[in-house]
């Protein structure tokens, strides 16, 4: 099967500046996740959505970030106006019916805000 | 105190021997426990996961789980350069009645030939 796929793979911009990161999940998948991994930190979940509705967001800086998967399958992160501090990878994760199989991962965005 | 805790290493042992990796949690109503493996610059890959008290083996690799004192463990044995990479402790925490993973900081591991 194909694995989680994200776009753009590095993108650096600076402060002040909007991004946007897509994602596709492995077909079938109905949960997908974005985490922030900053560097020598474990990944945090940003945004969990359940289909095409949001399942939790709490940790979501919502004055800068959005997200959507407006059909249920794609996604996609924003971020307007970039802060330095959102330097960081992006991970996009779907996870199957199947608890044991944890989530899978795409290869993530590395973002570098100067 | 947070929710997953891992000691951040590096964590070194020479090739051929036994590496022990930690993760304690915070939530007693966890129910599934994951460990992955990162390599700088990639994303964490799935290498066991565990639910029932004691232990599962696979491989090289046994995860070892104690629910009453919250705590879960990774072992390596016959440890190779190719392991050197950062583990990464998740604990499945119900959001809602959907899977949700916490992770901790992850476990810098170095293998030495």
């Known amino acids: 099967e194909a694995g989680v796929a994200q776009s753009p793979r590095y993108k650096i911009i600076e402060k002040r500046q909007s991004v946007a990161f897509w994602c596709n999940p492995i077909?079938?998948?109905?949960?997908l996740y974005w985490y922030q991994q900053i560097l020598g930190q474990g990944p945090k979940l940003l945004i969990q959505?359940?289909?095409?509705?949001?399942?939790?967001d709490s940790q979501l800086p919502k004055d800068r970030f959005s997200a959507e998967r407006l059909k249920g399958v794609d996604s996609t992160l924003k971020i307007q106006p970039a802060k330095l501090e959102d330097s960081a990878v992006y991970l996009c994760?779907?996870?199957?019916?199947?608890?044991?199989?944890?989530?899978?991962f795409g290869s993530g965005t590395r973002l570098t805000v100067v | 105190q947070k929710e997953v805790e891992q000691n951040s290493g590096p964590l070194s042992v020479p090739e051929g021997a036994i590496a022990s990796l930690n993760c304690t949690y915070s939530?007693?109503?966890?129910?599934?426990f994951f460990w992955y493996r990162q390599y700088s610059g990639k994303s964490p890959e799935l290498i066991m996961f565990?639910?029932?008290?004691g232990d599962k083996e696979d491989g090289r690799f046994t995860a070892q789980l104690n629910k009453a004192s919250q705590y879960v463990s990774l072992l390596i044995r016959d440890s190779q350069p190719s392991d050197s990479a950062t583990y990464l402790c998740?604990?499945?925490?119900?959001?809602?009645?959907?899977?949700?993973?916490?992770f901790g900081t992850g476990t810098r591991l170095l293998v030495s030939p």
């Open positions: 994760a779907s996870s199957g019916s199947d608890r044991s199989h944890g989530y899978t």
């Open positions: 077909s079938g998948h109905a949960t």
């Open positions: 959505f359940q289909n095409n509705g949001v399942v939790d």
């Open positions: 939530d007693r109503g966890s129910q599934s």
């Open positions: 565990i639910y029932s008290n």
């Open positions: 998740a604990v499945n925490g119900l959001n809602t009645g959907f899977q949700k993973l916490v």
